[in-house]
């Protein structure tokens, strides 16, 4: 993986020095990871005029192989108790001859943001953008494989809730219970918070777990994922508790699984962004569920759960080939219940078997 980060890191330097800025500072989290490996929390990366430096606040502690940072790095500790790695980096790469250095204002506080300007005056501060962000998006075959196994993680995790008696269990708990499982399988932890959503609930996007228990009749309505190696994808299914499901439900999933499947075809290479999510959309537009729709069809994933692209009515952009993105439409209707069918694909072109699915429990409407 050296050679792969060491790429990386030169792809955003020659960035860098097309914007005028002889070095780079990377504070967010998921950029340093991305671009250095597993580093030690508050961890900063230095793109320096003539050596790149891992700065962190204090000494790194001894690591096995998959959660070590790039050994090619140098690191450096910030010297004193709670010194800022950030504040730090900028002195170096002011002592190293550098007159510019590329920050993520976006990132930065204000106050952070005044801290380096004292520490280094005669840098110049200029912003590197999203420049990080955007070598993210397409991914390398390592980060799917990343993806890949995690997707695995999590259907198994939700193929064995499934198996078990659910009437009268919480949706807290059964919250607990599949990121135990996630854990259990070999997953770093879960993705993020996993939804679990029963009857009336199942209505709210968004819901957070409640103590309110499973009862016959209910949707239940399951969003969770499994982070695997720092990345981390995403699957949701909804389900009917009882043997006999209401004709309105059946109808609604219906609907819902046709969009969800309009978006998921929809996903090839130099596809616009904004067309997959109208795929998804007019489906569920022309049954007249627009006012209970989300705001986006589906969004990229990787080090973070919610990256570019996003799959809105306004986002301009194409999709390029390996690019994992979410295919999630849902119809909630509040105070009685909704579906959410979510799946992490690939875009894939056409002659490679177009988009590829990771996620790949079940679509039918079960009744458990």
């Not at 295919?327 to 875009?347: A, S």
């Amino acid at each position: 993986m050296s050679e792969v980060y060491a790429l990386r890191r030169t792809r955003l330097r020659e960035c860098c020095n097309a914007g005028g800025s002889a070095a780079a500072l990377v504070t967010r989290p998921a950029n340093v990871r991305y671009l250095a490996g597993p580093a030690p929390e508050g961890a900063v990366l230095l793109l320096g005029p003539a050596e790149d430096f891992l700065v962190c606040a204090a000494p790194a502690e001894d690591r096995s192989g998959q959660h070590r940072p790039d050994e090619a790095l140098r690191m450096h500790t910030a010297p004193g108790t709670g010194g800022d790695p950030a504040v730090e980096a900028a002195g170096l790469a002011a002592a190293g001859g550098a007159d510019s250095l590329a920050v993520e204002e976006h990132h930065l506080t204000v106050t952070r943001h005044r801290a380096l300007g004292s520490a280094a005056p005669g840098l110049r501060l200029a912003d590197v953008g999203g420049a990080v962000e955007q070598l993210r998006v397409v991914k390398d075959e390592e980060e799917i494989s990343c993806l890949r196994i995690g997707a695995e993680i999590a259907d198994q995790a939700l193929g064995e809730l499934l198996e078990s008696i659910l009437v009268g269990r919480t949706e807290r708990h059964l919250a607990l219970e599949l990121e135990r499982r996630l854990v259990d399988h070999g997953a770093d932890g879960p993705a993020f918070a996993t939804s679990v959503a029963t009857g009336p609930n199942a209505g709210r996007p968004g819901h957070h777990p409640t103590d309110r228990r499973v009862e016959e009749g209910d949707f239940l309505s399951v969003c969770l994922g499994a982070a695997y190696r720092g990345y981390r994808c995403e699957i949701g299914r909804t389900f009917v508790i009882g043997t006999a499901p209401a004709d309105w439900q059946i109808d609604l999933y219906n609907l819902v699984f046709a969009a969800q499947r309009a978006g998921r075809e929809s996903l090839v290479p130099g596809a616009a962004c904004r067309d997959v999510d109208r795929a998804a959309r007019q489906v569920l537009d022309g049954a007249g569920y627009a006012a209970a729709l989300p705001a986006l069809t589906g969004h990229g994933v990787g080090l973070e759960i919610d990256e570019d692209p996003q799959l809105t009515p306004g986002t301009m952009g194409k999709l390029d080939a390996c690019v994992p993105v979410t295919v999630e439409p849902g119809v909630h209707l509040p105070g009685r219940g909704g579906v959410r069918i979510d799946d992490t694909l690939v875009v894939r072109p056409e002659a490679d078997g177009g988009p590829e699915l990771l996620t790949i429990t079940t679509k039918e409407l079960l009744a458990l």
